[in-house]
Protein backbone atom coordinates (compact mmCIF):
# COMPACT_ATOMS: atom_id res chain seq x y z
CA UNK A 1 0.00 0.00 0.00
CA UNK A 2 0.87 4.01 -0.40
CA UNK A 3 2.43 5.75 2.52
CA UNK A 4 1.57 8.73 3.36
CA UNK A 5 4.05 11.36 3.62
CA UNK A 6 3.95 14.23 6.45
CA UNK A 7 6.24 17.44 6.51
CA UNK A 8 7.64 18.48 9.94
CA UNK A 9 9.69 20.92 11.53
CA UNK A 10 11.20 19.23 14.50
CA UNK A 11 11.19 15.94 16.39
CA UNK A 12 12.25 14.75 19.42
CA UNK A 13 12.82 10.82 19.52
CA UNK A 14 13.46 8.64 22.72
CA UNK A 15 15.42 5.17 22.78
CA UNK A 16 15.17 3.50 26.11
CA UNK A 17 15.60 0.27 27.46
CA UNK A 18 18.25 -1.50 29.84
CA UNK A 19 21.38 -0.15 30.62
CA UNK A 20 22.74 -3.23 28.66
CA UNK A 21 20.32 -2.79 25.19
CA UNK A 22 22.50 -0.36 23.32
CA UNK A 23 20.42 2.61 23.74
CA UNK A 24 23.31 4.92 23.99
CA UNK A 25 24.78 3.18 21.35
CA UNK A 26 21.69 3.29 19.21
CA UNK A 27 20.65 7.25 19.68
CA UNK A 28 24.30 8.47 18.83
CA UNK A 29 24.00 6.75 15.57
CA UNK A 30 20.47 8.39 15.12
CA UNK A 31 21.59 11.86 16.03
CA UNK A 32 24.63 11.21 13.91
CA UNK A 33 22.66 9.82 10.81
CA UNK A 34 20.17 13.58 11.32
CA UNK A 35 23.15 15.67 11.13
CA UNK A 36 24.55 13.79 8.22
CA UNK A 37 21.47 14.32 6.98
CA UNK A 38 21.51 18.12 7.11
CA UNK A 39 19.29 18.63 10.51
CA UNK A 40 20.23 20.37 13.50
CA UNK A 41 20.50 18.32 16.44
CA UNK A 42 20.53 18.51 20.47
CA UNK A 43 20.75 15.13 22.21
CA UNK A 44 20.50 13.54 25.90
CA UNK A 45 21.93 10.50 27.10
CA UNK A 46 20.16 9.67 30.22
CA UNK A 47 21.55 6.53 31.60
CA UNK A 48 21.71 5.20 35.73
CA UNK A 49 25.03 5.40 37.33
CA UNK A 50 25.63 1.59 37.69
CA UNK A 51 27.89 0.15 35.36
CA UNK A 52 24.83 -2.55 34.69
CA UNK A 53 21.67 -1.85 36.95
CA UNK A 54 19.61 -4.80 37.43
CA UNK A 55 17.74 -6.24 33.91
CA UNK A 56 14.04 -5.32 33.75
CA UNK A 57 14.34 -2.61 36.55
CA UNK A 58 12.96 1.01 36.69
CA UNK A 59 16.17 2.00 37.80
CA UNK A 60 17.93 0.41 35.86
CA UNK A 61 16.66 1.86 32.69
CA UNK A 62 18.96 3.85 30.52
CA UNK A 63 17.52 6.19 27.71
CA UNK A 64 19.10 8.58 24.81
CA UNK A 65 16.85 11.29 23.60
CA UNK A 66 17.53 13.21 20.34
CA UNK A 67 15.80 16.68 19.30
CA UNK A 68 16.29 17.07 15.69
CA UNK A 69 14.59 19.17 12.85
CA UNK A 70 14.71 21.81 10.11
CA UNK A 71 14.61 24.76 12.69
CA UNK A 72 17.45 26.17 15.14
CA UNK A 73 17.70 23.60 17.71
CA UNK A 74 19.16 24.82 21.23
CA UNK A 75 17.58 22.10 23.65
CA UNK A 76 16.86 18.34 23.68
CA UNK A 77 13.17 18.60 23.11
CA UNK A 78 9.83 18.87 25.87
CA UNK A 79 8.10 16.26 24.86
CA UNK A 80 8.57 13.08 22.93
CA UNK A 81 6.96 12.84 20.38
CA UNK A 82 9.06 9.13 19.26
CA UNK A 83 9.48 6.31 22.47
CA UNK A 84 11.29 3.63 21.49
CA UNK A 85 10.80 1.03 24.79
CA UNK A 86 12.48 -2.40 24.64
CA UNK A 87 10.68 -3.21 27.79
CA UNK A 88 8.10 -2.70 30.19
CA UNK A 89 10.60 -0.63 32.79
CA UNK A 90 11.37 1.60 29.99
CA UNK A 91 8.09 2.08 29.00
CA UNK A 92 6.64 2.97 32.39
CA UNK A 93 9.46 5.33 33.09
CA UNK A 94 9.30 7.21 29.96
CA UNK A 95 5.76 7.11 28.92
CA UNK A 96 5.06 10.32 30.49
CA UNK A 97 7.40 12.63 28.41
CA UNK A 98 5.22 11.07 25.37
CA UNK A 99 3.30 13.77 23.69
CA UNK A 100 -0.40 12.95 22.51
CA UNK A 101 -0.62 11.62 19.87
CA UNK A 102 2.43 10.10 19.60
CA UNK A 103 4.03 7.09 18.69
CA UNK A 104 5.26 4.68 20.51
CA UNK A 105 7.16 1.25 19.48
CA UNK A 106 7.77 -1.13 22.05
CA UNK A 107 9.61 -4.80 21.57
CA UNK A 108 6.88 -7.26 22.79
CA UNK A 109 9.63 -9.50 24.63
CA UNK A 110 10.01 -6.86 26.60
CA UNK A 111 6.58 -7.25 28.37
CA UNK A 112 6.70 -11.01 29.99
CA UNK A 113 5.16 -11.72 33.49
CA UNK A 114 9.19 -11.31 34.66
CA UNK A 115 9.64 -7.77 33.27
CA UNK A 116 5.83 -6.66 34.23
CA UNK A 117 6.48 -7.46 37.82
CA UNK A 118 10.04 -5.84 37.99
CA UNK A 119 8.42 -3.23 36.33
CA UNK A 120 5.53 -3.13 38.97
CA UNK A 121 2.77 -3.84 36.44
CA UNK A 122 -0.32 -5.43 37.73
CA UNK A 123 -1.52 -6.40 34.31
CA UNK A 124 0.29 -5.74 30.71
CA UNK A 125 0.56 -2.01 29.36
CA UNK A 126 0.17 -3.06 25.69
CA UNK A 127 -3.62 -4.33 27.11
CA UNK A 128 -4.15 -0.74 29.04
CA UNK A 129 -6.80 1.80 27.22
CA UNK A 130 -4.52 4.35 28.37
CA UNK A 131 -2.30 3.97 25.68
CA UNK A 132 -4.83 4.80 23.25
CA UNK A 133 -4.23 8.34 22.87
CA UNK A 134 -0.70 7.24 21.36
CA UNK A 135 -0.03 5.36 17.94
CA UNK A 136 1.32 1.76 19.62
CA UNK A 137 3.14 -0.52 17.75
CA UNK A 138 3.95 -3.36 19.86
CA UNK A 139 6.42 -5.76 17.76
CA UNK A 140 7.73 -9.03 18.38
CA UNK A 141 11.52 -8.25 17.42
CA UNK A 142 13.12 -11.91 17.78
CA UNK A 143 10.68 -13.24 16.08
CA UNK A 144 10.57 -10.12 13.26
CA UNK A 145 14.68 -10.83 13.05
CA UNK A 146 14.39 -14.82 12.78
CA UNK A 147 12.49 -13.80 9.45
CA UNK A 148 14.92 -11.66 8.16
CA UNK A 149 17.56 -13.92 9.04
CA UNK A 150 16.13 -16.66 7.58
CA UNK A 151 17.86 -16.93 4.83
CA UNK A 152 21.49 -15.96 6.83
CA UNK A 153 23.59 -18.30 8.77
CA UNK A 154 24.72 -16.95 11.77
CA UNK A 155 24.35 -17.95 15.51
CA UNK A 156 20.92 -16.80 17.14
CA UNK A 157 22.56 -15.33 20.10
CA UNK A 158 24.58 -12.75 17.83
CA UNK A 159 20.96 -12.10 15.83
CA UNK A 160 19.21 -11.38 19.23
CA UNK A 161 22.35 -9.01 20.22
CA UNK A 162 20.73 -6.56 17.01
CA UNK A 163 17.66 -5.70 18.55
CA UNK A 164 18.71 -2.31 19.34
CA UNK A 165 19.68 -1.92 15.24
CA UNK A 166 16.45 -3.75 14.12
CA UNK A 167 15.19 -0.54 16.01
CA UNK A 168 17.07 1.73 15.11
CA UNK A 169 16.18 0.44 11.60
CA UNK A 170 12.74 0.94 12.40
CA UNK A 171 12.82 4.47 13.28
CA UNK A 172 15.03 5.39 10.16
CA UNK A 173 12.13 4.15 7.78
CA UNK A 174 9.98 6.24 9.83
CA UNK A 175 12.03 9.47 9.24
CA UNK A 176 13.24 8.14 5.89
CA UNK A 177 16.91 8.43 7.13
CA UNK A 178 19.97 6.97 5.17
CA UNK A 179 21.28 3.92 6.33
CA UNK A 180 25.06 4.59 4.61
CA UNK A 181 26.14 6.51 7.77
CA UNK A 182 25.27 3.72 10.04
CA UNK A 183 26.40 0.87 7.62
CA UNK A 184 29.88 2.55 7.54
CA UNK A 185 30.04 2.71 11.36
CA UNK A 186 29.22 -1.12 11.57
CA UNK A 187 31.83 -1.87 9.38
CA UNK A 188 34.57 0.08 10.71
CA UNK A 189 33.20 -0.52 14.40
CA UNK A 190 33.63 -3.88 13.82
CA UNK A 191 36.58 -4.45 10.89
CA UNK A 192 38.21 -7.49 11.24
CA UNK A 193 34.39 -9.88 12.39
CA UNK A 194 32.70 -10.05 9.26
CA UNK A 195 29.48 -12.13 11.32
CA UNK A 196 28.68 -9.19 13.40
CA UNK A 197 29.25 -6.32 10.45
CA UNK A 198 26.78 -8.84 8.79
CA UNK A 199 24.30 -9.26 11.64
CA UNK A 200 24.15 -5.90 12.27
CA UNK A 201 23.95 -4.28 8.57
CA UNK A 202 21.80 -7.01 7.96
CA UNK A 203 19.38 -6.28 11.07
CA UNK A 204 19.16 -2.47 10.41
CA UNK A 205 18.10 -3.02 6.85
CA UNK A 206 15.83 -5.53 7.97
CA UNK A 207 13.84 -3.17 10.83
CA UNK A 208 13.86 -0.59 7.83
CA UNK A 209 11.92 -3.38 5.31
CA UNK A 210 9.90 -4.49 8.55
CA UNK A 211 8.35 -1.27 8.50
CA UNK A 212 8.37 -0.67 5.13
CA UNK A 213 6.27 -3.08 4.03
CA UNK A 214 4.26 -3.74 7.61
CA UNK A 215 0.85 -1.80 6.85
CA UNK A 216 0.67 -0.74 10.13
CA UNK A 217 2.93 1.76 9.35
CA UNK A 218 1.41 4.04 7.12
CA UNK A 219 3.00 7.16 7.52
CA UNK A 220 6.49 8.39 6.85
CA UNK A 221 7.66 11.91 8.25
CA UNK A 222 10.14 14.33 6.09
CA UNK A 223 12.10 16.62 8.35
CA UNK A 224 13.74 19.55 5.53
CA UNK A 225 17.02 20.45 5.86
CA UNK A 226 18.52 23.54 8.34
CA UNK A 227 19.30 26.26 6.93
CA UNK A 228 22.59 26.63 8.80
CA UNK A 229 25.58 29.29 7.88
CA UNK A 230 27.50 27.74 5.05
CA UNK A 231 30.49 26.16 6.55
CA UNK A 232 32.00 22.97 7.35
CA UNK A 233 29.73 21.10 10.29
CA UNK A 234 30.14 17.96 12.75
CA UNK A 235 28.25 16.89 15.35
CA UNK A 236 30.07 17.94 18.91
CA UNK A 237 29.54 16.84 22.39
CA UNK A 238 30.51 19.67 25.43
CA UNK A 239 33.17 17.28 26.47
CA UNK A 240 35.11 17.05 22.27
CA UNK A 241 35.04 20.29 22.46
CA UNK A 242 36.82 21.47 25.42
CA UNK A 243 39.37 18.82 24.12
CA UNK A 244 39.71 19.91 21.00
CA UNK A 245 39.66 23.95 22.77
CA UNK A 246 42.53 23.16 24.95
CA UNK A 247 44.61 21.31 21.60
CA UNK A 248 43.54 24.40 19.43
CA UNK A 249 44.66 26.87 22.78
CA UNK A 250 48.20 25.00 22.92
CA UNK A 251 48.76 25.80 19.05
CA UNK A 252 47.62 28.92 18.79
CA UNK A 253 49.84 29.49 22.20
CA UNK A 254 52.53 27.85 20.73
CA UNK A 255 53.00 25.57 24.33
CA UNK A 256 52.78 21.97 24.78
CA UNK A 257 49.62 20.87 26.28
CA UNK A 258 49.72 18.59 29.40
CA UNK A 259 46.60 17.38 30.73
CA UNK A 260 46.56 15.42 34.38
CA UNK A 261 43.38 13.96 35.02
CA UNK A 262 41.17 11.36 37.30
CA UNK A 263 38.98 9.56 35.86
CA UNK A 264 35.32 10.27 37.25
CA UNK A 265 31.89 11.03 35.32
CA UNK A 266 30.98 12.62 33.76
CA UNK A 267 34.02 14.43 33.01
CA UNK A 268 36.66 11.22 31.26
CA UNK A 269 35.32 11.81 27.78
CA UNK A 270 38.12 14.82 28.02
CA UNK A 271 40.71 12.35 28.90
CA UNK A 272 39.68 9.89 26.19
CA UNK A 273 39.24 12.10 23.95
CA UNK A 274 42.51 14.41 24.40
CA UNK A 275 44.65 10.66 24.40
CA UNK A 276 43.69 10.89 20.45
CA UNK A 277 45.64 14.09 19.34
CA UNK A 278 49.57 12.64 20.18
CA UNK A 279 49.90 13.43 17.47
CA UNK A 280 49.70 17.14 18.05
CA UNK A 281 52.72 16.72 20.82
CA UNK A 282 49.67 16.43 23.79
CA UNK A 283 50.93 14.52 26.86
CA UNK A 284 48.39 13.31 29.30
CA UNK A 285 48.55 11.42 32.59
CA UNK A 286 46.00 9.19 34.00
CA UNK A 287 46.86 9.70 37.85
CA UNK A 288 46.35 7.47 41.20
CA UNK A 289 43.56 10.30 42.16
CA UNK A 290 42.24 14.03 41.81
CA UNK A 291 45.28 15.20 44.02
CA UNK A 292 47.97 13.78 41.99
CA UNK A 293 45.92 14.84 38.89
CA UNK A 294 46.26 18.93 39.77
CA UNK A 295 49.30 18.87 40.94
CA UNK A 296 50.88 17.49 37.99
CA UNK A 297 49.24 19.76 35.88
CA UNK A 298 50.24 22.20 38.20
CA UNK A 299 54.02 20.91 37.81
CA UNK A 300 53.71 21.03 34.16
CA UNK A 301 52.50 25.06 34.13
CA UNK A 302 55.69 25.41 36.22
CA UNK A 303 57.64 23.40 33.28
CA UNK A 304 56.02 26.00 30.77
CA UNK A 305 53.02 23.64 29.44
CA UNK A 306 49.69 24.96 28.80
CA UNK A 307 47.88 22.81 31.68
CA UNK A 308 44.75 21.40 32.45
CA UNK A 309 43.11 19.32 34.90
CA UNK A 310 39.46 17.98 34.53
CA UNK A 311 37.15 16.51 37.15
CA UNK A 312 33.74 16.83 38.34
CA UNK A 313 32.35 17.79 41.84
CA UNK A 314 33.60 15.25 44.11
CA UNK A 315 36.94 15.37 42.44
CA UNK A 316 36.99 19.58 42.82
CA UNK A 317 36.36 19.20 46.03
CA UNK A 318 39.80 17.25 46.35
CA UNK A 319 41.84 19.65 44.19
CA UNK A 320 40.68 22.38 46.53
CA UNK A 321 44.26 23.06 48.45
CA UNK A 322 46.23 22.33 45.03
CA UNK A 323 44.26 25.39 43.21
CA UNK A 324 45.02 27.40 46.45
CA UNK A 325 48.89 26.71 45.96
CA UNK A 326 48.19 27.16 41.85
CA UNK A 327 46.67 30.71 42.79
CA UNK A 328 49.58 31.65 45.44
CA UNK A 329 52.37 30.64 42.76
CA UNK A 330 50.43 32.84 39.86
CA UNK A 331 50.88 30.01 37.41
CA UNK A 332 48.47 29.54 34.43
CA UNK A 333 46.54 26.90 34.90
CA UNK A 334 42.77 25.18 33.34
CA UNK A 335 40.30 23.53 36.02
CA UNK A 336 37.16 21.75 33.99
CA UNK A 337 34.34 21.65 36.55
CA UNK A 338 31.81 19.17 34.32
CA UNK A 339 29.45 19.53 37.31
CA UNK A 340 27.01 16.54 38.36
CA UNK A 341 24.36 16.27 41.13
CA UNK A 342 25.64 16.21 44.35
CA UNK A 343 26.14 16.06 47.42
CA UNK A 344 28.96 13.79 48.06
CA UNK A 345 28.72 10.81 45.18
CA UNK A 346 25.58 11.85 44.74
CA UNK A 347 23.90 11.12 40.93
CA UNK A 348 27.34 10.18 39.31
CA UNK A 349 25.45 10.42 35.75
CA UNK A 350 22.78 13.23 36.14
CA UNK A 351 23.53 17.01 35.97
CA UNK A 352 23.12 20.13 38.35
CA UNK A 353 24.38 23.62 37.96
CA UNK A 354 25.27 23.15 41.78
CA UNK A 355 29.11 23.84 42.23
CA UNK A 356 29.17 27.56 41.33
CA UNK A 357 29.62 28.46 44.72
CA UNK A 358 32.50 26.19 45.35
CA UNK A 359 34.45 27.75 42.07
CA UNK A 360 33.70 30.64 43.43
CA UNK A 361 35.02 30.47 47.27
CA UNK A 362 35.83 26.95 47.88
CA UNK A 363 38.83 27.42 49.07
CA UNK A 364 40.28 28.32 52.13
CA UNK A 365 42.42 32.02 52.47
CA UNK A 366 41.36 34.63 50.25
CA UNK A 367 42.01 32.35 46.41
CA UNK A 368 40.50 34.77 44.19
CA UNK A 369 40.20 33.40 40.56
CA UNK A 370 38.38 33.48 37.26
CA UNK A 371 35.37 31.53 36.80
CA UNK A 372 33.67 31.14 33.16
CA UNK A 373 30.71 28.90 32.17
CA UNK A 374 30.09 27.41 28.48
CA UNK A 375 26.68 27.94 27.39
CA UNK A 376 26.19 24.82 25.53
CA UNK A 377 27.88 21.92 23.79
CA UNK A 378 29.68 23.87 21.02
CA UNK A 379 30.07 26.69 23.15
CA UNK A 380 32.60 24.58 25.78
CA UNK A 381 35.21 25.33 22.56
CA UNK A 382 34.51 29.00 22.58
CA UNK A 383 35.04 29.31 26.37
CA UNK A 384 38.23 27.07 26.40
CA UNK A 385 39.78 28.83 24.13
CA UNK A 386 38.87 32.00 26.49
CA UNK A 387 40.01 30.13 29.30
CA UNK A 388 43.22 29.47 27.67
CA UNK A 389 43.55 32.95 27.16
CA UNK A 390 42.71 34.57 30.33
CA UNK A 391 45.01 32.18 32.61
CA UNK A 392 48.12 33.11 29.54
CA UNK A 393 47.47 36.66 29.90
CA UNK A 394 46.64 37.10 34.07
CA UNK A 395 48.95 34.74 35.09
CA UNK A 396 46.36 33.07 37.25
CA UNK A 397 44.55 29.32 37.59
CA UNK A 398 40.98 29.56 35.44
CA UNK A 399 37.84 27.64 36.24
CA UNK A 400 35.74 26.35 33.10
CA UNK A 401 32.24 25.13 34.22
CA UNK A 402 30.42 22.89 32.17
CA UNK A 403 28.00 20.18 33.22
CA UNK A 404 26.53 16.68 32.36
CA UNK A 405 24.03 17.76 29.84
CA UNK A 406 26.21 19.82 27.38
CA UNK A 407 29.53 17.89 28.68
CA UNK A 408 27.90 14.76 27.12
CA UNK A 409 25.16 16.16 25.05
CA UNK A 410 25.81 16.82 21.42
CA UNK A 411 24.99 19.08 18.96
CA UNK A 412 26.25 20.77 15.02
CA UNK A 413 29.69 22.79 15.60
CA UNK A 414 30.79 25.03 12.98
CA UNK A 415 34.85 24.19 12.01
CA UNK A 416 36.70 27.35 12.57
CA UNK A 417 39.39 28.35 10.67
CA UNK A 418 42.17 27.37 12.99
CA UNK A 419 44.34 29.89 11.24
CA UNK A 420 42.13 33.04 11.41
CA UNK A 421 41.47 32.35 15.02
CA UNK A 422 43.88 35.02 17.37
CA UNK A 423 47.22 33.72 18.54
CA UNK A 424 47.30 33.50 22.35
CA UNK A 425 50.36 35.22 23.95
CA UNK A 426 52.29 33.90 26.80
CA UNK A 427 53.50 36.26 29.34
CA UNK A 428 56.98 34.73 29.13
CA UNK A 429 60.13 36.92 31.47
CA UNK A 430 62.47 37.73 28.62
CA UNK A 431 65.54 39.50 30.58
CA UNK A 432 67.94 38.04 33.24
CA UNK A 433 69.21 41.04 34.23
CA UNK A 434 66.27 42.91 35.29
CA UNK A 435 64.17 39.68 36.32
CA UNK A 436 62.08 39.66 39.21
CA UNK A 437 59.32 37.13 39.87
CA UNK A 438 56.48 39.02 41.30
CA UNK A 439 57.21 42.20 39.29
CA UNK A 440 53.99 42.58 37.25
CA UNK A 441 52.85 43.59 33.66
CA UNK A 442 51.31 47.11 34.96
CA UNK A 443 48.52 46.45 32.72
CA UNK A 444 47.27 42.77 33.69
CA UNK A 445 49.03 43.19 36.84
CA UNK A 446 50.28 39.30 36.04
CA UNK A 447 53.25 38.39 36.85
CA UNK A 448 56.41 37.32 34.60
CA UNK A 449 56.74 33.54 33.72
CA UNK A 450 60.06 32.14 34.11
CA UNK A 451 60.25 28.10 33.60
CA UNK A 452 62.94 25.81 34.52
CA UNK A 453 66.07 26.34 32.29
CA UNK A 454 65.94 30.29 31.60
CA UNK A 455 69.17 31.05 32.85
CA UNK A 456 69.57 33.77 35.57
CA UNK A 457 65.67 33.36 36.23
CA UNK A 458 65.63 30.95 38.75
CA UNK A 459 63.26 31.58 41.44
CA UNK A 460 61.37 30.24 44.55
CA UNK A 461 58.44 28.35 44.09
CA UNK A 462 55.72 27.02 46.55
CA UNK A 463 52.43 27.91 48.69
CA UNK A 464 54.28 30.24 51.23
CA UNK A 465 53.64 33.80 50.88
CA UNK A 466 55.94 35.65 48.88
CA UNK A 467 57.56 38.94 49.03
CA UNK A 468 56.36 41.78 46.04
CA UNK A 469 58.48 41.67 43.06
CA UNK A 470 61.10 39.01 44.86
CA UNK A 471 59.28 36.31 45.13
CA UNK A 472 61.12 35.47 48.59
CA UNK A 473 59.27 33.88 51.37
CA UNK A 474 57.97 36.50 53.52
CA UNK A 475 55.99 36.51 56.75
CA UNK A 476 55.46 40.45 56.63
CA UNK A 477 51.79 41.20 57.43
CA UNK A 478 51.89 44.44 55.28
CA UNK A 479 52.95 42.34 52.57
CA UNK A 480 50.56 39.43 52.79
CA UNK A 481 48.27 42.23 52.73
CA UNK A 482 49.53 43.80 49.79
CA UNK A 483 49.88 40.40 48.24
CA UNK A 484 46.34 39.48 48.84
CA UNK A 485 44.98 42.86 47.41
CA UNK A 486 47.09 42.28 44.79
CA UNK A 487 45.54 39.27 43.72
CA UNK A 488 42.05 40.48 44.19
CA UNK A 489 42.93 43.43 42.20
CA UNK A 490 44.12 41.42 39.29
CA UNK A 491 40.88 39.07 38.81
CA UNK A 492 38.93 42.18 39.49
CA UNK A 493 40.74 44.00 36.84
CA UNK A 494 39.64 40.85 33.99
CA UNK A 495 36.32 42.91 33.53
CA UNK A 496 38.26 45.35 31.49
CA UNK A 497 39.02 42.44 28.99
CA UNK A 498 35.70 40.74 28.90
CA UNK A 499 33.04 41.55 26.96
CA UNK A 500 29.97 43.27 28.14
CA UNK A 501 26.42 41.58 28.76
CA UNK A 502 24.25 41.83 25.91
CA UNK A 503 20.29 42.24 25.99
CA UNK A 504 17.88 40.86 23.93
CA UNK A 505 14.16 42.71 23.85
CA UNK A 506 13.54 45.53 25.67
CA UNK A 507 16.70 47.72 26.91
CA UNK A 508 14.77 48.25 30.34
CA UNK A 509 11.14 47.35 31.56
CA UNK A 510 9.56 45.36 33.23
CA UNK A 511 11.49 41.66 33.35
CA UNK A 512 14.31 39.98 32.54
CA UNK A 513 15.54 36.56 32.15
CA UNK A 514 18.82 35.72 33.05
CA UNK A 515 20.54 32.57 32.31
CA UNK A 516 23.79 30.74 32.78
CA UNK A 517 25.40 28.13 31.83
CA UNK A 518 23.27 25.33 30.27
CA UNK A 519 19.99 26.91 31.09
CA UNK A 520 20.62 28.95 28.08
CA UNK A 521 19.60 26.62 25.16
CA UNK A 522 15.92 26.31 27.31
CA UNK A 523 16.23 30.05 28.56
CA UNK A 524 16.16 31.30 25.22
CA UNK A 525 13.21 29.12 23.83
CA UNK A 526 11.01 30.28 26.63
CA UNK A 527 12.04 33.68 25.96
CA UNK A 528 11.17 33.63 22.15
CA UNK A 529 7.88 31.81 22.51
CA UNK A 530 7.09 34.05 25.05
CA UNK A 531 8.03 37.03 22.55
CA UNK A 532 5.71 35.57 19.51
CA UNK A 533 2.88 35.59 22.11
CA UNK A 534 3.20 39.10 22.55
CA UNK A 535 4.66 39.82 25.85
CA UNK A 536 7.21 42.44 26.74
CA UNK A 537 10.14 40.77 28.07
CA UNK A 538 14.05 40.72 27.97
CA UNK A 539 17.18 37.82 28.20
CA UNK A 540 20.31 38.00 28.99
CA UNK A 541 22.91 35.24 29.38
CA UNK A 542 26.00 35.31 31.82
CA UNK A 543 29.16 33.50 30.27
CA UNK A 544 31.27 35.40 33.32
CA UNK A 545 30.81 34.47 36.82
CA UNK A 546 33.98 36.11 38.09
CA UNK A 547 34.39 38.82 37.56
CA UNK A 548 31.04 39.73 36.48
CA UNK A 549 30.70 41.99 33.06
CA UNK A 550 30.64 46.02 34.25
CA UNK A 551 27.87 46.58 33.30
CA UNK A 552 25.98 43.76 35.04
CA UNK A 553 24.81 45.89 37.74
CA UNK A 554 23.74 48.48 35.20
CA UNK A 555 21.52 46.22 33.64
CA UNK A 556 19.90 44.85 36.32
CA UNK A 557 19.07 48.20 37.75
CA UNK A 558 17.10 49.12 34.39
CA UNK A 559 14.39 45.87 35.22
CA UNK A 560 11.68 45.91 37.51
CA UNK A 561 12.32 42.16 38.11
CA UNK A 562 15.23 39.84 36.93
CA UNK A 563 14.20 35.71 37.15
CA UNK A 564 16.77 33.45 37.26
CA UNK A 565 16.52 30.02 36.35
CA UNK A 566 18.90 27.74 37.56
CA UNK A 567 19.87 23.62 38.35
CA UNK A 568 20.66 24.68 41.72
CA UNK A 569 18.52 26.26 44.58
CA UNK A 570 19.70 29.45 43.72
CA UNK A 571 23.37 30.30 43.97
CA UNK A 572 23.66 32.82 40.89
CA UNK A 573 20.55 34.46 42.56
CA UNK A 574 22.30 34.61 46.27
CA UNK A 575 25.82 36.11 44.63
CA UNK A 576 23.53 38.34 42.50
CA UNK A 577 21.54 39.97 45.78
CA UNK A 578 24.43 40.36 47.64
CA UNK A 579 26.44 41.77 44.92
CA UNK A 580 24.12 44.41 43.44
CA UNK A 581 21.23 44.60 46.39
CA UNK A 582 18.64 43.75 43.61
CA UNK A 583 16.08 41.51 44.31
CA UNK A 584 15.86 38.26 41.95
CA UNK A 585 13.28 35.81 41.38
CA UNK A 586 14.49 31.87 41.00
CA UNK A 587 13.19 29.31 39.18
CA UNK A 588 15.12 26.04 40.53
CA UNK A 589 15.27 22.71 39.70
CA UNK A 590 17.16 19.99 41.52
CA UNK A 591 16.39 16.81 39.71
CA UNK A 592 19.76 15.85 38.03
CA UNK A 593 17.73 16.63 34.15
CA UNK A 594 17.94 20.01 32.67
CA UNK A 595 15.20 22.28 32.25
CA UNK A 596 12.40 22.03 29.68
CA UNK A 597 11.56 25.63 27.77
CA UNK A 598 7.92 24.95 28.97
CA UNK A 599 8.60 25.07 32.56
CA UNK A 600 10.41 27.98 32.11
CA UNK A 601 7.84 29.54 29.85
CA UNK A 602 4.76 28.50 32.16
CA UNK A 603 6.38 29.81 35.44
CA UNK A 604 7.28 33.65 33.41
CA UNK A 605 4.24 33.39 32.21
CA UNK A 606 2.39 33.53 35.41
CA UNK A 607 5.17 36.46 36.11
CA UNK A 608 3.98 38.39 32.85
CA UNK A 609 0.23 38.51 34.03
CA UNK A 610 1.16 39.89 37.30
CA UNK A 611 1.20 43.67 35.66
CA UNK A 612 -0.34 45.19 38.63
CA UNK A 613 2.85 44.71 40.30
CA UNK A 614 5.67 46.98 39.42
CA UNK A 615 8.13 46.36 42.48
CA UNK A 616 8.37 42.69 42.44
CA UNK A 617 8.76 40.89 44.60
CA UNK A 618 7.96 43.04 47.64
CA UNK A 619 9.62 41.75 51.06
CA UNK A 620 6.95 39.71 52.09
CA UNK A 621 6.39 37.56 48.97
CA UNK A 622 8.29 34.26 48.11
CA UNK A 623 11.06 35.20 46.00
CA UNK A 624 11.62 31.55 44.54
CA UNK A 625 9.34 30.17 42.00
CA UNK A 626 9.59 26.54 42.07
CA UNK A 627 9.39 24.01 39.66
CA UNK A 628 6.02 21.86 40.01
CA UNK A 629 7.23 18.48 37.95
Known amino acids: MDKLIEHLEEVTVRFAGDSGDGMQLIGTQFSDTAGFAGNEVNTFPDYPSEIRAPEGTLYGVSAFQVHFGSKHITTSGDFVDVLVAMNAASLKVNLAQVREGGIVIVDREGFDDRNLKLAGYARNPLEDVGLAKNHVFAIDMSKELKKAFIEVELPSKLIQKTRNIFALGITYWLFNRPLDPTVS ?27 EKNPDFRKQYVI ?11 SITGNQA ?71 GPGLSLKTEAIGLAIMTELPLIIVDVQRAGPSTGLPTKTEQSDL ?119 DPINHQKMVELRQKKVDGIANDIPDLEVMGEPKGDLLLLSWGSTYGAAKNAYENLRSQGHKLSFGHLRYLNPFPKNLGDVLHRFDRVVIPELNLGQLKNLIQAKYLKRVIGINKVQGKPFKAIELEEKISVLLTMTNIKKWPSKKSNLDIPVDL
Request: hydrophobic share 40%; with cysteine.
Open 357 to 475: MQAMYGRHGEAPMPVLAAASSADCFNMTLEAARIALKYMTPVMLLTDGYIGQASEPWRIPDVDKLPDIAPNFAADPSTFKPYVRNPETLGRLWAIPGMQGMEHRIGGLEKEDGSGVVSH
Open 185 to 211: WINKKFKGKEDVILANAHALQGGWNFA
Open 224 to 234: DKSKLPPGKYR
Open 242 to 312: VALGLVVAATKAHLPLFLGSYPITPATDILHAISGYKQYGVKHLQAEDEIAAITSAIGAAFGGSLAVTTTS
